[in-house]
């Protein structure tokens, strides 16, 4: 079943690989089951990256509709259980599937979203957009 296109939500998570296990990760990442890739595209994950510290810890981002939708149309996928499973004994202190282990992170800033903010304030205000357009002037200074 297609995802609807409702509107992206940014997501970011965050889990730990054990220290030890940090190549191995990097190697399975670097050649990812095809059959993994067109799962993840169908249950509607968009512009999904992992990103690695040297200390393990993992940084993850997707836009979806939904973190929940999107992984309940993941887990309708066999091969999501068969990554899984091949993939668990690399996380350090996790008791279930990675996939439903993430910690989810707050968003506290996005420059998009402000600019178009200030943008819309300050043109309410009296305010123009520079003409480079990152910068806002006040009219008539």
Do not use: K
């Not at 095809?34 to 200390?55: I, K, Q, R, T, V």
Request: charged share 25%; hydrophobic share 45%.
């Amino acid at each position: 079943m297609a995802p609807t296109a409702a509107p992206r939500r940014r997501i970011c998570f965050q889990q730990r690989i054990q220290p030890e296990r940090i190549d191995e990760y990097r190697r399975r990442h670097a050649a990812v089951w095809p059959e993994m890739l067109e799962a993840l595209e169908a249950a509607g994950w968009h512009n999904y990256s992992l990103f690695l510290g040297p200390d393990g810890l993992l940084i993850g981002y997707v836009e979806t509709d939904s973190l929940d939708a999107a992984a309940s149309r993941m887990a309708a996928h066999e091969v999501n259980a068969r990554w899984q499973a091949e993939m668990a004994d690399l996380f350090d202190g996790i008791d279930t599937p990675p996939d439903e282990a993430f910690v989810p992170l707050e968003e506290v800033f996005n420059l998009e979203s402000q600019l178009a903010a200030a943008r819309t304030d300050g043109a309410r205000a009296g305010h123009t957009a520079s003409s480079a357009g990152t910068a806002l002037t006040t009219a008539g200074e």
